[in-house]
């Protein structure tokens, strides 16, 4: 794959997460507003939820559990960073 095609692929991607994110931020938005009862850490269960659902279907377990322990390990690193002294 020559450099052009990859960076063409790169963007595709970019742009198609782009278009996935606003589209779950406005549909979340909406839910919450709309059941403002509903507390927002059962909402991102909910999303949380989902995203392994999807991912499993999409990619299969093995990519799926790459996907969050890698997700794991960047928490952590970023929490650890955060519990630093500055």
Known sequence: MRLKEIMNSVQELQHGAIMVRTQCLE???QFASNNPGIPAQA?????????IQFSVSQLGQEH???LLS???EAVLLFSDKIREPH
């Open 27 to 29: 549909t979340v938005t």
């Open 43 to 51: 909402v991102a269960i909910g999303l949380g939820e989902l995203l």
């Open 64 to 66: 799926t559990h790459h």
């Open 70 to 72: 890698s997700l794991q």
